[in-house]
């Protein structure tokens, strides 16, 4: 599965961007997503999960409230719409799927496939 992530920048703090990643080479439907990002000199923090159905969604405590997760399963994308941003929010983020589903959502060593990551600066 090869995954592509775009929609990364700079906004200003209070801004809003919606990150996509689009996946290929195998069928989407059966894989959760999930979106980790990862600051210089930081560990790499979850951020958001849904399952492969959509009906199920999960978020850092860092985010909750600010950012949601979709997926468009005919379209191989999973998406995550980031509001009322932070400088702290700045970092790398990461598209990741799982084969199925895992209690771990939060862990990156739970999803198989990894994205290139795009950049989302906030400005203070």
């Known amino acids: 599965v090869q995954l592509q992530a775009s929609g990364g920048g700079l906004v200003q703090a209070g801004g809003s961007l919606r990150l996509s990643c689009a996946a290929s080479?195998?069928?989407?439907?059966?894989?959760?997503g999930g979106w980790f990002r990862q600051a210089p000199g930081t560990e790499r923090e979850f951020v958001a999960a849904?399952?492969?159905?959509?009906?199920?969604?999960y978020y850092g405590v860092s985010v909750k409230g600010r950012f949601t997760i979709s997926r468009d399963n005919p379209k191989n994308t999973v998406y995550l719409e980031m509001n009322s941003l932070k400088p702290e929010d700045t970092a790398v983020y990461y598209c990741?799927?799982?084969?199925?589903?895992?209690?771990?959502?939060?862990?990156?060593?739970?999803?198989?496939?990894w994205g290139q990551g795009t950049q989302v600066t906030v400005s203070s």
């Open positions: 080479g195998r069928p989407f439907a059966r894989l959760s």
């Open positions: 849904i399952s492969w159905r959509g009906n199920l969604t």
């Open positions: 990741a799927l799982m084969e199925g589903a895992s209690s771990r959502w939060s862990s990156p060593k739970s999803y198989t496939y």
